[in-house]
């Protein structure tokens, strides 16, 4: 039996992290990760430890989270104290180490194992402070797990026939990312638009779990074509309040375009509010919605590619 040990703060996870972990598997018959945060870090070390977790399941991935010594320099017993934190870690003895740089031998030394060191850096130029600063130009260098942490939600809200079910694929086309659909519509010709509050829940709740479930694939933006505030407006319409069910748990998104009423209502078979004056209500309840959720929002109205071109410089501007 082979036991192999990695350290690291994979602050985030990048490609040279995988790739170091995966070598460092496939070399061993058991690998236990370490990952090591501070309480000021500037990503949450539980969430680098849930990262880990997900990245390499077939490994022990365990975290440390004591205020410690980060350099040898810090504290005259800085290399008892990791020997220490290594062995409370890996009770057992630890066979050979496994780094991308070559404090890994100083550490293998001290506890009695072997050491290699994985190289050269697949990831040349990339470190975890050069993602910190710009996780969007080192994308290609992301695990599924941190792209979604990194990636921004544009979200499409408005009324009924306001233009976008056809604007959300447009703008997704422009960025070359993914493009949620409106799950109410679907559920609406399934089942029927007699929605009651369980049924505005379901589709709250729906389309909440394929937004989280499409932001790791995606490419920086995930176009939204409604999420649970949309819900939360059609509840107002519908009920005149909106059930606890539809909000629960409720992400808003990094930015919402909230499309106007400007353009013609037509019928699409599962559309309820053709009248001038529900169409201002249902304006209205819209706008109420991202208002009282404090959401950044801007309106888009005019002709369709007027549109377009406002949405698409209003999502460049959005940032990790």
């Known amino acids: 039996m082979t036991r192999g040990f990695v350290l690291g703060k994979f602050m985030p996870p990048h490609a040279g992290h995988v790739h170091l972990c995966e070598t460092a598997r496939l070399l061993v018959d058991e690998l236990t990760i370490l990952v090591c945060w501070l309480p000021d870090d500037p ?23 004591a205020v410690v010594p980060q350099k040898p320099e810090d504290h005259p017993d800085f290399w008892p104290i990791w020997h220490g934190i290594v062995r409370a870690a890996h009770t057992e003895p630890i066979d050979v180490v496994f780094a991308g740089e070559e404090y890994g031998l100083r550490l293998s030394q001290e506890i ?8 050269p ?27 979604a942490h990194y990636a921004r939600t544009i979200c499409l809200h408005g009324p009924e026939s306001t233009g976008k079910s056809t604007l959300a694929p447009q703008l997704a086309a422009h960025f070359q990312t993914r493009w949620i659909p409106e799950y109410g519509r679907v559920h609406c010709e399934l089942f029927g638009t007699d929605l009651d509050a369980e049924g505005l829940s379901t589709i709250a709740r729906v389309q909440a779990a394929m ?50 009423i400007d353009v013609p209502w037509t019928d699409d078979g599962t559309r309820y509010y053709p009248a001038p004056a529900d169409r201002q209500r249902f304006m209205a309840a819209c706008e109420r919605v991202l208002v009282e959720a404090s959401v950044p929002f801007v309106r888009l109205g005019g002709s369709p590619d007027e549109r377009l071109r406002h949405a698409i410089a209003a999502a460049e501007r959005l940032a990790p």
Do not use: K
């Open 211 to 260: 937004i989280r479930a499409a932001l790791p694939d995606c490419n920086r933006r995930l176009i939204v074509d409604t999420d649970a505030l949309t819900t939360a407006a059609w509840s107002l319409m519908m009920l005149g309040h909106v059930p606890v069910g539809v909000l629960r748990g409720f992400v808003p998104a990094d930015f919402y375009l909230l499309t106007d």
């Open 43 to 65: 990503i949450p070390g539980r969430l680098r430890l849930r990262w880990m977790q997900e990245l390499f399941p077939q490994c022990r991935v365990v975290g440390h989270d």
């Open 112 to 119: 009695g194992a072997g050491f290699v060191l994985v190289g």
């Open 121 to 147: 850096r697949v990831d040349a130029g990339v470190s975890g402070t050069v993602v910190r600063a710009d996780p969007w130009a080192h994308w290609d260098d992301l695990p599924r797990p941190v792209r």
